[in-house]
C-alpha cells in the first residue's frame, strides 16, 4: 500500500517512519498531483490553522476535500482530528477543516504547551501508552462516528466510515497499535 503523509508541517516524518515500520510505502505529499496515486492518506499532528493555510497556498487544500469526500482512508492525529472535523469550537474566527467527520471537537481542550502530558490508555481495546501535545478532545460526536478511546471522560480516538482521527500523537512512541488498525482494519477494502 502506498500512503501519503501531508508534509506541510508538524510530525509528518514520525508518520512516514510508523508507516514503513508497519511495512507499507509512504511518500510525503505537498502537491495536489501527488495525490492521485495513495492509497491513503495521513494528517500529521502541527498547528491546524498554519496547515490549512499551506494547504491553501500550495493548491491542496480543495484536492484533499474532495479525496476524504471520495472515501479515501485517512487517518488524522492531533491537529489532523480538527482538521477531519465538521465543527470546531475555540478555533480562530472562520477556521477551515477538511472537515468529513461529524464530530465537534474543541482546539487545545487540555491546555496549552506546559499542559502537555502523557497517559496510559485504550484504545480499540487494546492498551496504549498516549502522548497528548496541546491536544483537542471532541464535544460530541454525530450517530454514525464510534469512539475507540477516551481520556478525562471526553473521545479522543474516533472513527467514521474511512475515517479515524487521534487527539494523541502514536506516532511520537514505538507503539505501532492505531497506525496497523489504521492499516488493517480501515484500509484493508480500499
Known sequence: MKVGVLALQGDFREHIK???DCGH?????RRASE??????LILPGGESTTIVQLAQTFNLYMP???IIASGLPVYGSCAGMILLADRIIDGIADQKTFGG???TVRR??????????ESD?????????????RAPWVEDVGPSVEVLSTAAAH?????????????FHPELTHDLVVHRYFFDQMCKDS
Open 18 to 20: 510508523a508507516t514503513e
Open 25 to 29: 510505502s509512504a511518500t510525503e505529499i
Open 35 to 40: 495525490l492521485t496515486s495513495i492509497d491513503a
Open 64 to 66: 484533499i476535500k474532495e
Open 101 to 103: 467527520l461529524d464530530i
Open 108 to 117: 487545545n481542550a487540555f491546555g496549552r504547551q506546559v499542559d502537555s502530558f
Open 121 to 133: 490508555i485504550t484504545f480499540a481495546d487494546s492498551p496504549l501508552h498516549a502522548i497528548f501535545i
Open 155 to 167: 473521545p479522543v480516538a474516533v472513527r467514521q466510515g474511512s475515517l479515524l482521527a487521534t487527539s
